[in-house]
């Protein structure tokens, strides 16, 4: 369904062996990948140790969430067949900038997406509508509430973010509006449910179409869009007891 590999869409991309003996030569006391995150700001490294598994980071969601939460533009460095494909993210204005455009860069698989590096990010996020921008530049920048919803949905990570608590009641605020994503079918219609009540983790997992892993990826999903309400204090949170 999704194309493994990237040598047809972005043929230029430096090859993972070479970028992590670069990587390596320049920081030659550290081992591994753990100079990913040397570069970054102490709160922004804490947050993202949290996710380190033997030094690696791996998900990108993870990265690109805490990016939103600390309001910082990071260039990331993803591994995705034998390519190292440069994502810049910029949390204030909502944007990435890719290689490619977006519609290409969902096509792949993003479950094989493995981040080698996150660094602050080189450059500012240029406005759109500067003349200056040719529209081949222009379109390799993108919503970041599209990727963030489509890594949630289809990426790496099956369990909830460490933000979101297990045991809550979970609704989507009232007035709170889902820019940039066109759900259909079961998605669709919880979202259009959660908008009208409150429900926990268990409830949601039994809906048509949804298990317990979708679920965790739908709440994910609204987390990153500043669309989820969670609390502990509805009666539904109290309900939410596994057999």
Do not use: C
Request: aromatic letters at 6%; glycine letters at 6%.
């Amino acid at each position: 369904m999704f194309q493994s590999t990237l040598s047809v869409a972005a043929p230029d991309l430096a090859r993972v062996s070479v970028f992590l003996r670069q990587l390596n030569e320049s920081h030659p006391r550290v081992q591994g990948h753990a100079a990913h995150l040397a570069a970054l700001p102490p709160s922004l490294a804490g947050d993202l140790k949290r996710f380190d598994r033997n030094g690696i980071q791996t998900e990108l969601i993870e990265v690109v969430a805490a990016a939103m939460r600390h309001g910082r533009a990071l260039l990331i460095q993803v591994e995705y067949g034998r390519r190292v494909l440069p994502l810049t993210i910029y949390p204030d204005r909502r944007l990435v900038h890719a290689p490619l455009p977006l519609r290409k860069l969902l096509k792949l698989r993003l479950t094989d997406f493995f981040v080698l590096r996150v660094a602050p990010a080189l450059t500012k996020a240029p406005s759109l509508d500067d003349p200056a921008i040719s529209a081949e530049e222009r379109a390799l920048y993108a919503p970041l509430g599209v990727l963030a919803w489509e890594l949630a949905m289809r990426g790496a990570r099956a369990e909830l973010l460490p933000e979101i608590p297990v045991h809550a009641a979970f609704r989507i605020p009232p007035g709170v509006s889902i820019r940039g994503i066109e759900p259909s079918g079961t998605i669709a219609a919880a979202l259009h449910r959660l908008k009208r009540e409150a429900t926990n983790l268990k409830e949601m997992s039994g809906w048509a179409g949804f298990d317990r892993e979708r679920a965790m990826r739908l709440l994910n999903g609204l987390y990153l869009q500043s669309a989820l309400m969670a609390t502990r204090t509805h009666p539904a949170a109290s309900s939410d007891v596994w057999a």
